[in-house]
């Protein structure tokens, strides 16, 4: 049966067997960074290109006046730089899943004893290290060009990152289920989905911007209440632990959410065969 449990030939333990072929599969997206320089050049092209772009614009604001519209400028530039991780996380998931596609290899990856949530486990380890790659360089350079040192925030930024990413693993397994159920027609949905999120996720300004019928929907968006939390720490010096713990929450529903819908088109796709000829 594909993607039945298999016991490992060596003898190992079922866990470390597990780890070994997550590790297979993150290895085999690895090598393809290791002998090609212009794929780890494309993940800091976007958010080093932002970044910049950005930066110009929150130095001009930064110089308009020197006290209120300075704070602002720096959640602008803290904004684009967080909401990278969340765009990142997504697409270094959907992406390396469409590598399986592309090269016509999933249907020989789950004649191998690997589980559906090993492949999982492996595509959110290539989507953390694809965002890192491509964020922390354009953290480094927001630092050296405009003085904006995001970890200057204190330990909370790493809860603002893993918040982040975990919604963007959420949206990706989302995508990875439409393109299990409608193949092609949905691949171009992996660049797209959560950039149409941006209006909700309060990236550039706080919810109560929004129209009253939009806060709610808002709200609902793990992203909101990061940007919520960082702004507080930016412009008012504290943590607001409400909005994180609202953040992780919402997460949390949205990964089970989703890894729900995951499982269910996967099984959909290898009952139909669609697993040997998705994109075709």
Do not use: C
């Not at 020989?108 to 589980?115: E, Q």
């Amino acid at each position: 049966m594909i993607g039945a449990a298999k016991r490992d030939p060596a003898g190992h333990s079922p866990a470390l067997a597990s780890a070994r072929r997550i590790w297979g599969m993150m290895y085999r997206h690895l090598a393809l960074f290791r002998r090609s320089w212009p794929r780890v050049l494309e993940l800091m092209y976007w958010p080093v290109l932002q970044m910049i772009v950005w930066g110009f614009v929150t130095a001009y604001l930064a110089g308009v006046q020197q006290n209120t519209t300075s704070l602002a400028a720096g959640a602008l530039l803290g904004g684009v730089l967080l909401w990278e991780v969340a765009l990142r996380s997504q697409m270094g998931f959907a992406i390396s899943f469409l590598e399986e596609i592309w090269s016509r290899n999933l249907g020989h990856v789950f004649v191998s004893p690997l589980r559906p949530w090993e492949l999982v486990a492996a595509l959110v380890g290539m989507g953390a290290i694809r965002m890192l790659t491509g964020v922390l360089p354009a953290i480094a350079l927001a630092w050296f060009l405009y003085g904006f040192a995001l970890f200057s925030l204190g330990p909370v930024v790493v809860l603002f990152f893993a918040a982040l990413m975990m919604m963007g693993w959420a949206v990706a397994l989302g995508v990875t289920s439409l393109i299990l159920r409608h193949g092609a027609g949905a691949e171009p949905l992996a660049w797209s989905v959560l950039f149409g999120l941006t209006p909700f996720a309060a990236v550039f300004y706080p919810v109560s911007v929004l129209p009253g019928w939009l806060q709610p929907l808002a709200l609902a968006t793990p992203a909101a209440h990061v940007f919520e939390g960082m702004r507080a720490a930016l412009l008012e010096g504290r943590i607001a632990w409400g909005h994180l713990g609202a953040a992780f929450a919402l997460d949390l529903l949205w990964l089970g959410a989703m890894a729900l819908l995951f499982m269910r088109q996967f099984r959909r796709a290898r009952e139909s065969g669609a697993l040997l000829t998705i994109g075709e």
